[in-house]
């Protein structure tokens, strides 16, 4: 059965976490695309997701926080190197990805024992995840393997009738996907090149000279 997928704005912000806590499908803007956000704690909204893109549920999903207080309380053994990196990367296109303490569905991380977490580089969504108090599980608005949304009209043609809402932040300024950074094994790895230069991650390591 198809949705209304309402198009709201940024006037409606309560309307958007009152979808998000009855377990409902909003696709919020950031800076580098549009994400299909719903509550990480919500097993069966991240299920979803999942269902609404067309996602193979063995690939996990990463999450928006609003900054290292929140990512204390979702991941563990969190090492120097993160606190730097969101220091002088977040908000922005960072994705970090640590070990998961087990505070998520176990769908956002595919089953898996790490977690992906950024803190995004948009006010509308940092509004909307601090309102909410939870991390919100985001990938990409569109259907899988079709081009990632950069408008919210990019965002009703892929997904209308399949989510809740869209908010309509205009046009996403980096507009590529983040950069994704492992930091749970020996070395950092970068898993994803994106909107943030591998160069500028290397400068700040180096120059704290800490290792993850």
């Not at 299920?47 to 193979?56: N, Q």
């Not at 900054?67 to 220091?87: N, Q, S, T, W």
Request: hydrophobic letters at 45%; a negative charge.
């Amino acid at each position: 059965m198809e949705k209304q997928t309402l198009h709201l704005t940024e006037e409606d912000l309560d309307q958007a976490v009152a979808l998000l806590q009855g377990g409902g499908l909003v696709a919020l803007p950031t800076e580098t695309v549009y994400g299909l956000a719903a509550d990480g704690l919500n097993t069966q909204a991240v299920e979803d997701i999942y269902r609404a893109k067309g996602r193979w549920e063995g690939k996990p999903l990463s999450v928006f926080v609003t900054g290292m207080e929140m990512v204390e309380k979702l991941c563990r053994e969190i090492p120097v190197a993160a606190y730097r990196l969101a220091e002088a990367f977040w908000p922005g296109p960072l994705t970090i990805v640590l070990p998961d303490a087990g505070v998520v569905s176990k769908v956002v991380t595919a089953g898996g024992d790490t977690l992906g977490v950024r803190c995004p580089d948009h006010p509308i969504t940092l509004e909307v995840v601090r309102r909410l108090g939870r991390p919100l599980a985001a990938p990409s608005a569109n259907p899988s393997g079709l081009p990632s949304p950069k408008d919210a009209r990019a965002v009703l043609d892929g997904l209308q009738g399949k989510i809740d809402a869209v908010v309509d932040g205009g046009v996403c300024v980096v507009a590529v996907e983040s950069t994704i950074l492992d930091l749970t094994g020996d070395a950092p790895r970068i898993l994803r090149q994106g909107g943030l230069a591998e160069a500028e991650i290397w400068a700040v390591l180096e120059k704290g000279r800490v290792s993850p």
